[in-house]
Every structure is written in structure tokens, then in C-alpha cells.
């Protein structure tokens, strides 16, 4: 991970809870000496004692936001 961006929590109830990511991973080719930075998107959610993981790769522009309307429903 290069970089953590941006992270909340939100608790609808006691057996609904998320923990959203906007973090950055610096990536290098292999044989090259040039790093890019990639935007991704995860989310922990809690739902009835059992946790599920979800990660995207995000586009530049993107925040998170978009993604975050989709999983969370």
C-alpha cells in the first residue's frame, strides 16, 4: 500500500456495519524502473458476526463514492 486516502465507518445497526477504503498501491513492471499509483476502492462489511471483504480498482477521477452506492445495498 502506498497510501491511505480516505477511510469512514458507518454503523446502520449493531448487525450492519461497514468500513469503507480509498487507498493508493504503487505498482512497478517487472524489468522497468518506472512506479504508477492505482487507485482502489475496498470495503469491510459486518453483517450478523460474518465479515466480507470487497476490493476495486478505481479509475483516477473516481472517489469511491460511486462503488460505494452499489455494495452497500
Request: glycine share 2%; hydrophobic share 35%.
Amino acid at each position: 500500500m502506498d497510501e491511505l486516502c480516505h477511510q469512514c465507518l458507518n454503523v446502520k445497526n449493531y448487525n450492519h456495519i461497514f468500513h469503507h477504503f480509498n487507498f493508493s498501491v504503487k505498482t512497478k513492471t517487472p524489468g522497468s524502473t518506472d512506479w504508477t499509483s492505482e487507485l482502489y476502492f475496498a470495503e469491510v462489511k459486518t453483517m450478523f458476526r460474518q465479515k466480507v471483504y470487497f476490493c476495486w480498482p478505481l479509475e483516477p477521477n473516481e472517489n469511491g463514492m460511486k462503488i460505494f452506492s452499489y455494495v452497500t445495498y
